[in-house]
């Protein structure tokens, strides 16, 4: 079974600062994903990927499969960055369902 | 931007009712998911559903649990007799396949069971 560690729980940052969240895993995989979820509740997808590195406007994901780790950046952070990232990863086989790591709750002052 | 929707936002039953929870996927996506998450919990996978079938489901997803797409568009997740535990939001998502698709997630349905 796949575990999904994320650090850190709680983040608390000032605008324009540079942020790293970082996430592990313990076995293979065949994706990883990274979401947004506001406080409202909903889930928006930021990242599908399964090596190397893709960028957003000032989002950075990155993955490194022979570590089972990757990380998700966020440039130049403004207070609307402010909301739970998540990590999920999707096993190598089955039908696409995800793991979910607990999140990284960010809060970005002004 | 397609997107996935989901009714109702909220809502509140008694314990031992059954609910019904309502998805409608993006148009031309193959593969359903429903996910709930308790209150300051992980999101937790129940059910995977492709080609009118479950294609994968959880140990959460007991006899309690089923999934339906009644018509082209909608596809529904039943409670068929509330517990107070199954209190929690619960989320569509839909991709176009399992392994290339990212998952679109709907806004969620908070479900409150007293």
């Known amino acids: 079974k796949n575990e999904v560690e994320q650090s850190p729980q709680n983040l608390t940052a000032q605008e324009g600062e540079f942020i790293t969240i970082n996430c592990s895993y313990s076995v293979g995989i065949s994706a990883l994903h990274w979401l947004q979820q506001h406080p409202g509740g909903g889930i928006v997808s930021l990242f599908m990927?399964?090596?190397g590195k893709k960028k957003h406007g000032r989002l950075i994901a990155t993955i490194n499969i022979q570590e089972k780790h990757s990380s998700l950046h966020i440039t130049a952070s403004h207070p609307r960055d402010s909301a739970v990232y998540i990590c999920?990863?999707?096993?190598?086989?089955?039908?696409?369902?995800?793991?979910f790591g607990k999140g990284t709750k960010l809060s970005v002052k002004p | 931007e397609p997107e996935v929707t989901q009714t109702p936002s909220h809502q509140v039953t008694q314990m031992g009712q059954e609910v019904i929870l309502r998805c409608v996927p993006i148009?031309?996506?193959?593969?359903f998911y429903w996910y709930r998450q308790i209150l300051g919990q992980k999101v937790e996978f129940l059910v995977s559903f492709y080609n009118n079938e479950i294609s994968e489901k959880s140990e959460i997803f007991d006899d309690q649990f089923s999934v339906e797409r009644p018509d082209g568009s909608n596809f529904t997740l039943k409670i068929r007799s509330t517990k107070l535990e199954d209190s929690a939001m619960y989320f569509c998502?839909?991709?176009?396949?399992?392994?290339?698709?990212?998952?679109?997630f709907g806004p969620g349905t908070r479900l409150t069971v007293t």
């Open positions: 998502a839909s991709s176009v396949g399992t392994s290339r698709g990212e998952q679109y």
């Open positions: 148009s031309n996506h193959l593969y």
């Open positions: 999920a990863v999707r096993p190598p086989l089955g039908q696409g369902n995800l793991i």
């Open positions: 990927l399964s090596s």
